[in-house]
């Protein structure tokens, strides 16, 4: 008895720590997801987010930037504040939620000046991750609200967080939302 109470206890810390470097490997893959997008709009170069999406979400975002670049847009922004829900996992799916702060607006290149003048703008975001070949990749991004600030909304945002239950598969959530 005691050595099956050892051995289930020894499985229970093997999957704690799995949990904890697949936590700390999430949000690692947010951090450069988010970042790679101001580093792909002030330089152009999309394939900095090549090997962390998957073909359909890349091009998505290949073609928003390419779109700006030829306009003579360029998007100036920083990352104000970001945090993290708890990671719900199910297989080699996981689903979490972020609260993001950003600062951005758009530059006219041509002009040298703002096209849009920096705002701030408070997001609650959804993320799908997919683990392949050990290596956890963003499959779906998802806004769930949207927030500029201003002086009269400054700290009123919701900041509830709210761990979501994964889906059996990414496939199962796409028949899900079509």
């Not at 703002?114 to 779906?140: D, R, S």
């Amino acid at each position: 008895m005691r050595l099956f109470l050892l051995i289930l206890f020894l499985v229970q810390l093997c999957v704690a720590s799995t949990n904890v470097n697949d936590d700390k490997r999430i949000k690692d893959a947010l951090l450069k997801y988010n970042y790679g997008i101001i580093k792909m709009t002030k330089s152009g170069n999309t394939k900095l987010l090549k090997n962390m999406l998957p073909k359909e979400l890349y091009l998505k975002l290949m073609v928003w930037a390419d779109s700006w670049k030829f306009s003579n847009l360029a998007m100036v922004a920083q990352i104000n504040d970001l945090r993290f829900s708890p990671i719900a996992y199910s297989e080699n799916n996981a689903t979490i939620r972020t609260m993001e702060n950003w600062t951005f607006g758009y530059a006219d290149l041509v002009k040298k000046d703002y096209a849009l003048e920096p705002m701030t703008i408070f997001y609650k975001m959804k993320y799908t991750l997919k683990k392949h070949h050990g290596q956890w990749m963003i499959v779906a991004v998802e806004n769930l609200q949207e927030e500029v600030f201003t002086e009269q909304n400054n700290d009123k945002v919701d900041v509830e967080v709210k761990k979501d239950e994964p889906k059996e598969s990414v496939a199962q959530e796409k028949k899900e939302t079509h």
